[in-house]
């Protein structure tokens, strides 16, 4: 039973324009939230996190929305470049109770084209 | 991920044979995470340890596996009598304090059942 779902494996997203990822969850009693990148034979880098007492949290080209009501956040990258290529996980952590790790989805590998 | 450190990148074992992967925190963490990926898999949380102490193991596999992080030296993830079933990336991740900061991972061990 997961958890933390990205529905979509894949996306392809033209140079310049705007890359929106989506993540939807289950677990009414996670309170933060994070994303991270992936290349290929490396470990996951931190992006971007945000708690539960936000919407919305920026910094630079990534910005990362949550929509409590409907357990769904998404990450923005604006504007995408080739760089960026790669597989995103969102992960999300209860504080104060449950297990300490983080709880992944299975990624969402996107693929910024020329 | 410059910071926390895992070692072997890879490592080959035979069915039978113990695998003991190694990881060091980044400086200033006290608090070591490990997650196990499986192919086409989002990371799983395994264990969660501070110095001398197991926080969590809730996702740890109740035989075979075991982890410490002792007062001296890295966090160590041992498994007793490999299985092909075990082959995966493991990834070691730190963070300052426990909860609510952003985990950081280390490029991750391949373990290779022959």
């Known amino acids: ?114 | 991920n410059a910071g926390v450190m895992q070692n072997p990148r890879h490592l080959v074992r035979r069915r039978g044979q113990e695998a003991r992967l190694r990881c060091s925190p980044m400086k200033g963490h006290s608090h070591v995470y490990w997650y196990r990926q499986l192919p086409e898999e989002g990371l799983k949380f395994m264990v969660y340890l501070q110095k001398e102490n197991i926080i969590d193991e809730s996702g740890m596999p109740k035989e075979r596996f075991s982890a410490e992080f002792p007062k001296e030296g890295p966090s160590i993830l041992r498994i007793q009598q490999v299985v092909r079933g075990d082959s995966a990336a493991y990834f070691c991740a730190s963070s300052q304090s426990g909860s609510n900061q952003p985990q950081h991972f280390g490029d991750g061990t391949r373990l290779s059942i022959l």
């Not at chain 1, 310049?16 to 677990?27: E, Q, V």
């Not at chain 1, 009501?69 to 504080?95: E, M, N, R, T, W």
């Open chain 1, 1 to 114: 039973d997961q958890q933390v779902k990205q529905n979509s494996p894949s996306l392809s997203v033209q140079e310049g324009r705007i890359s929106i990822l989506n993540c939807d969850y289950t677990n009414s009693m996670f309170d933060y939230f994070l994303w991270y990148k992936k290349y290929p034979a490396e470990g996951p880098t931190f992006l971007i996190s945000i708690s539960s007492i936000k919407d919305k949290n920026e910094d630079g080209r990534f910005t990362v929305f949550l929509n409590k009501s409907a357990k769904h956040l998404s990450l923005h990258i604006v504007p995408s470049q080739p760089g960026d290529s790669a597989v995103y996980f969102c992960a999300a952590y209860q504080s104060g109770g449950g297990a300490d790790g983080l709880t992944f989805g299975k990624g969402t590998h996107l693929i910024i084209q020329p």
